[in-house]
Structure formats: structure tokens, C-alpha cells
């Protein structure tokens, strides 16, 4: 953390489920002026108070050793882990911290970086693949050793470093240098072990930046800062000394390694509130958010689903007007897009549509939406976040149950109604803060489900059902079968009096090249018991009373029968039930017992 750990609020959730928190602290260091190197006075404060700022996140690794984190890591088995910040929120999506992970862990690698491309002049670091010689070798050309690893250089060193940052082709606006992310892989003893073999590993990258303004009066100064990516400085291959440069093919085989992909899957910082006379986005909310517009738009062309090209709306008409549509997944419907992609095919989102996915099970076929479709899962894994269970919870990772979550199938559909007001002033796409006029909104409770098919849901409606049931619509028809236009009957479903369990489910198979397969499964035996929940609690109730009474019947005339035949084996007359009499009316007679 850059802020004390008590200027933080604990999500309510981290309790509920155990999840495990050590929280430490960036070191304070004193900022100084490029006068002389003078420490920065507090204004205001009492004499000798000194101005202090984080010393970077290079620290983390030596704090890591000093607490303690890295035992209680290996204590639970962990071999890697990923760091990310957590102003980023677009680290996670697709594929990007799977592959980086899974690179990471099967080449046994000590550090990896996610890298893209990178606009030319910004401020942020790069990656380069460094060779050193090592000048304390030898002169001699043939006994030198030499140094490789993937390594950061900060932006603010680039010229030191003696990097010029060159277009990667004439006239374009990339550099040929990709960009420091700050979302890393790393191989736990491995880092422990460079921690523990030199102090560059202990205090990686070590600069002072001075170019900001640090003095009341306005004279610029720095502080001494380290940064967590150059830990790979003190995790160099060097090879035996006579052996020459490192040939070409046997840089992948390199304790660090860089994976690439698009810049907006990678990294698109929230760091800023945007001035409203800028219509610069970066690292602004605004800008990140349109960037998720932008991979929301990559995996609905996957999905086939037809939408407005975010692309085509200018800067200022995004500020001005909003975005062109919003489309709201959570990642639990994949987290891959090869897997969302087969939940969600086919349909079309229209201008200005608005689209809110919080469910993990759903089967999306051709859904058209004009308006705002809302969509929540109370319990999207199958666990009720209720506070009773919080002991009960507590030390066990989330999972997913596939018979207790809520699920949502949607085949045929249009959604009609008048969505989102963009005129609504004060309102923020980026936040979810947005004045809606009308709206179709599906709550399900528990392991409720909703199932619409070749239906239009025009208007404000909410579809609200409560767990153990399932909600149905089917077009309505009038007596001589014809479709009513624009009518919807309601079906209803008790999950329990039909059998229990959810009424499909996704299969998954792992194919060649591990690639993931689904395949849906239903019960097809399925049917309603009324079309309004009031009747079909009733037609519930009344089958289970009904059931009940001649269950009560089948035992009292067993019980009848065992009394009759305890009867005639002791030979009494008193007693028991009474002999039951022939179709004639008359009484059976009475067989003595054998004698003995």
C-alpha cells in the first residue's frame, strides 16, 4: 500500500469467505531540491517536519522477505504469483494473466512481464532485452563473460541509458520500444533466492526523479525511488566465461521472459480525475472505461453479435453524448472469451443499447436489445452471502456450485423500452451512475431461473424470482392456437416438486490444444405448475396435500393388514382391526393358527 493501511476499508466480503490479506506498507522517504539537495519543509507544520513521500514499489520484495510473506506463501504451496496494480482493472481480461502465468510456471521462469505497444514519447517505462559484458572479467576477448535478461528502463532514464525512442516505422506514432505494464509474473524462491544474493535485488532500480516542481517556491526535487520490475537486474543469465555472446535461439530459455498482446487487454490506468476542459482521456475513468467498451466490442464480434463500433463516435462526442452502447459481463460467464463466446451467440445490440450481465450460467441465442437489459444473479457461484455462514465460510475458497447458483436462458428474445436517458445531467457511464427511463430487469434469487424464448419484453418490466423456482415465457396463444401479437404467458415452475436440481447445465470438455468445448445438457421432462406463482404454489400445495392423504391411506391400510394378521396368528378375537369383509358383504372366515 502507498497510503497507511488504516486509511483503507475492508470489504465485508473478505470476511464472509476468508480470504487471506497481509497488508505492508511503502517506506516514507524525505523529498529533496535540486538546491543543494534541501529537504522539503511541511508548510504549516512544526519545526523540522519534513515533507515524506513512498519510496516506490521496489520495496515490496524486501518487505516481502522481512514479513514474512514469502514463508507463508510457501507454506501454502504457492510456486508463482502475478502482481498487478490495482488501478488497472484491464490486467485480467481473455486470456492475458493465464498465459502469463502459465509461461511463467511451466518454463520454471523467475520473472515475466506482459508488455504492448507503446505511444511514442509517453511516460511510462520500457522493456528491452539487456546484454552486458562484464567488464571485471579478464581483457581478454575470449575469457569475457556476458550478462542477458529481459529487464525496465523508467522513461525518465531512457536518454541516460543512451535509448533514443524511435518510431518502430517512419511517420508512426508507436514507439519501437513496448511498454513496462507493471503486471508481472514471478517464481517465488527465485525471487527470494536474488533477494538474497545481492543488494540490487533488495533495492532494484534505484533513481531520483527531479523534474517535478517539490518546493512551495516552486524548485523542482525528487526522492530516492525503487522500482518492483527492475528486480530482473539481479536475475541475469550470465554465461561461462569463453563461451562468446548468447546465440539468438537460446534467448527463451532465459530465467525472465516478455509476453505480448493489445495494449487495451493489458493496461489502462484510472489513476486521475479528468480536468473538463481536457478531452485528453489518459488515465482518466472516462478512458479506461472506453477502453472496455472496446474489448466488450472485440468479444461481441466474436460472439457474433451486432453493436455500434465504439471506434466511430470522436472523443468529444463520447464526452458530450456518452458511449455509443455499453455491454457488462462478468467474467464468470467465462473467464475466457472462447468459452463466453459459445454462452453468448448470435443477436444484436442497438444504438445507445445498454446490456448488464451479472450471472455466471447463461445461454444468450439471437437476443436483440433496444433499451436496457438488466440482468442479476443474487447468488451468480451458488453461495447466499449471508452473514450466519460467515464462520462457516471462513478459510475456504470461493467456488462454484453448479446446483445451487442462479441461471438464465434467453433464445429469440427482443428487449424494447426507452433505456438509458443520456440527457440526464450529472449522470457517469464509467461509474454505473445512470438515470434510466425504462429498463427489463431479471433478478434471480439462489438457484432461481428465468427462461425466455421467442418473446419481446417491451416496457419497464422486472421479472423478480425467488429461489426454487423458475419463471418461464412463452408467446401467448388464443384458443384456436394462433399467436397472440406482442402477448407473453408466464410459466412457472416449482424446482423441487419437479424433481430438484437445475433444469440444464453447461458440460464442459477439454479438446485438442486444450481448448475448451461446451455443451448444454436439459432436462426435457420439464412442465409448469401455473401461470402465475400464487397458482402454482397452490396447484404445488394442493398436489403435495393430495399426495400426502393417500400416503397416509397406503400406511393405515398396512398397518391394517399387519394387525389383521397378528390377530389370526394368536388366535384372539379381541382387538385389532376388523376382518375385512368379501366383495359380497359377508365375513371371511377365520383360519386358526397351525398348530404347533
Same mark, same amino acid.
Given at each position: 500500500l502507498s497510503t497507511p493501511p488504516d486509511a483503507y476499508e475492508l470489504h465485508p466480503d473478505i470476511a464472509l469467505y476468508g480470504i487471506a490479506l497481509r497488508l505492508f506498507e511503502q517506506p516514507l522517504v524525505p523529498v529533496v531540491t535540486t538546491k543543494g539537495g534541501e529537504w522539503v519543509p511541511l508548510e504549516g507544520q512544526a519545526a523540522f517536519a519534513? &515533507?515524506?513521500?513512498?519510496?516506490?514499489?521496489?520495496?515490496?520484495?524486501?518487505?516481502?522477505?522481512?514479513?514474512?510473506?514469502?514463508?507463508?506463501?510457501?507454506?501454502?504451496?504457492?510456486?508463482?504469483?502475478?502482481?498487478?496494480?490495482?488501478?488497472?482493472?484491464?490486467?485480467?481480461?481473455?486470456?492475458?494473466?493465464?498465459? *502469463?502465468s502459465g509461461v511463467g510456471r511451466r518454463g520454471d521462469k523467475a520473472l515475466g512481464f506482459a508488455s504492448c505497444e507503446r505511444h511514442l514519447g509517453a511516460s511510462e517505462g520500457v522493456n528491452v532485452l539487456v546484454e552486458r559484458v562484464n567488464e571485471d572479467d579478464d581483457d581478454d576477448d575470449a575469457s569475457r563473460s556476458y550478462s542477458y535478461g529481459i529487464s525496465n528502463v523508467e522513461y525518465t532514464?531512457?536518454?541516460?541509458?543512451?535509448?533514443? +525512442?524511435?518510431?518502430?516505422?517512419?511517420? &508512426? %506514432?508507436?514507439?519501437?520500444? /513496448?511498454?513496462?505494464?507493471?503486471?508481472?509474473?514471478?517464481?517465488? @524462491?527465485?525471487?527470494?533466492?536474488?533477494?538474497? &544474493?545481492?543488494?540490487?535485488?533488495?533495492?532494484?532500480?534505484?533513481?531520483?526523479?527531479?523534474?517535478?516542481?517539490?518546493?512551495?517556491?516552486?524548485?523542482?526535487?525528487?526522492? *530516492?525511488?525503487? =522500482?518492483?520490475?527492475?528486480?530482473?537486474?539481479?536475475?541475469?543469465?550470465?554465461?561461462?566465461?569463453?563461451?562468446? /555472446?548468447l546465440p539468438m535461439d537460446q534467448w527463451e530459455n532465459l530465467p525472465t521472459f516478455v509476453l505480448y498482446t493489445l495494449r487495451r487487454r493489458i493496461t489502462s490506468s484510472a489513476k486521475k480525475k479528468r480536468d473538463p476542459a481536457n478531452p485528453n482521456l489518459a488515465q482518466t475513468p472516462e478512458g479506461s472505461f472506453l477502453d472496455l467498451l472496446k474489448n466488450a466490442s472485440d468479444l461481441l464480434a466474436r460472439c457474433d453479435v451486432a453493436h455500434p463500433d465504439p471506434d466511430a463516435m470522436d472523443v468529444a462526442a463520447? *464526452?458530450?453524448?456518452?458511449?455509443?452502447?455499453?455491454?457488462s459481463a462478468n467474467p464468470?460467464?467465462? /473467464?475466457?472469451? +472462447?468459452?463466453?463466446?459459445q454462452k453468448i451467440r448470435g443477436g444484436a445490440l442497438r444504438e445507445r443499447a445498454e446490456v448488464r450481465l451479472e450471472i455466471a450460467e447463461i445461454e444468450w441465442k439471437d437476443v436483440d436489445v433496444d433499451g436496457s437489459l438488466l440482468i442479476t444473479a443474487d447468488a451468480p457461484f451458488g453461495e447466499e452471502k449471508v452473514d450466519d455462514d460467515a464462520e462457516a465460510a471462513r478459510g475456504k475458497p470461493t467456488s462454484f456450485d453448479d446446483d445451487a447458483c442462479g441461471r438464465c436462458r434467453l433464445r429469440g428474445v427482443a428487449v424494447r423500452n426507452a433505456g438509458v436517458d443520456w440527457s440526464a445531467p450529472d449522470d457517469e457511464a464509467w461509474s454505473a451512475t445512470l438515470t434510466r427511463s425504462e429498463s427489463c430487469v431479471v433478478r434471480l434469487r439462489g438457484n432461481a431461473e428465468f427462461d425466455a424464448r421467442d418473446v419481446t419484453l417491451s416496457g419497464d418490466v422486472m421479472y423478480d424470482v425467488p429461489a426454487g423456482w423458475r419463471l418461464s415465457l412463452r408467446p401467448d396463444t388464443d384458443e384456436r392456437g394462433g399467436e397472440s401479437l406482442g402477448a407473453v404467458r408466464e410459466e412457472w415452475t416449482d424446482l423441487s416438486a419437479a424433481g430438484g436440481g437445475p433444469t440444464w447445465r453447461w458440460a464442459y470438455d477439454v479438446g485438442d490444444g486444450g481448448r475448451v468445448g461446451l455443451r448444454l445438457e436439459e432436462r426435457l421432462d420439464v412442465g409448469a405448475h401455473g401461470d402465475s406463482r400464487e397458482a402454482a404454489e397452490a396447484a404445488v400445495g394442493k398436489s403435495r396435500k393430495s399426495r400426502?392423504?393417500? @400416503?397416509?391411506?397406503?400406511?393405515?391400510?398396512?398397518?391394517?393388514? %399387519?394387525?389383521?394378521?397378528?390377530?389370526? @396368528? =394368536?388366535? =384372539?378375537?379381541?382387538?385389532?382391526?376388523?376382518?375385512?369383509?368379501?366383495k359380497g358383504g359377508a365375513t371371511p372366515e377365520k383360519r386358526r393358527a397351525p398348530a404347533r
Open positions: 519534513i &515533507s515524506l513521500k513512498p519510496g516506490g514499489h521496489g520495496a515490496i520484495w524486501k518487505l516481502m522477505h522481512d514479513q514474512g510473506v514469502f514463508t507463508w506463501l510457501g507454506a501454502k504451496g504457492r510456486k508463482g504469483a502475478v502482481v498487478r496494480q490495482i488501478t488497472n482493472p484491464m490486467a485480467g481480461t481473455d486470456t492475458t494473466l493465464l498465459a *502469463l532514464v531512457l536518454q541516460q541509458r543512451g535509448i533514443s +525512442d524511435e518510431p518502430v516505422a517512419p511517420g &508512426s %506514432s508507436e514507439s519501437a520500444y /513496448p511498454a513496462n505494464t507493471n503486471v508481472l509474473y514471478i517464481g517465488l @524462491e527465485k525471487i527470494r533466492d536474488a533477494l538474497r &544474493s545481492s543488494p540490487r535485488g533488495a533495492f532494484p532500480g534505484l533513481l531520483v526523479n527531479l523534474s517535478k516542481p517539490a518546493h512551495p517556491n516552486g524548485c523542482k526535487g525528487g526522492r *530516492l525511488e525503487t =522500482s518492483m520490475q527492475n528486480i530482473a537486474d539481479a536475475l541475469m543469465h550470465t554465461t561461462t566465461p569463453g563461451d562468446g /555472446p463520447y *464526452l458530450k453524448d456518452g458511449p455509443s452502447f455499453i455491454f464468470a460467464i467465462g /473467464p475466457l472469451w +472462447d468459452v463466453t463466446s400426502k392423504s393417500m @400416503e397416509e391411506a397406503q400406511d393405515g391400510e398396512l398397518r391394517g393388514n %399387519s394387525a389383521v394378521s397378528r390377530g389370526g @396368528e =394368536s388366535g =384372539s378375537g379381541g382387538g385389532g382391526a376388523a376382518p375385512r369383509k368379501s
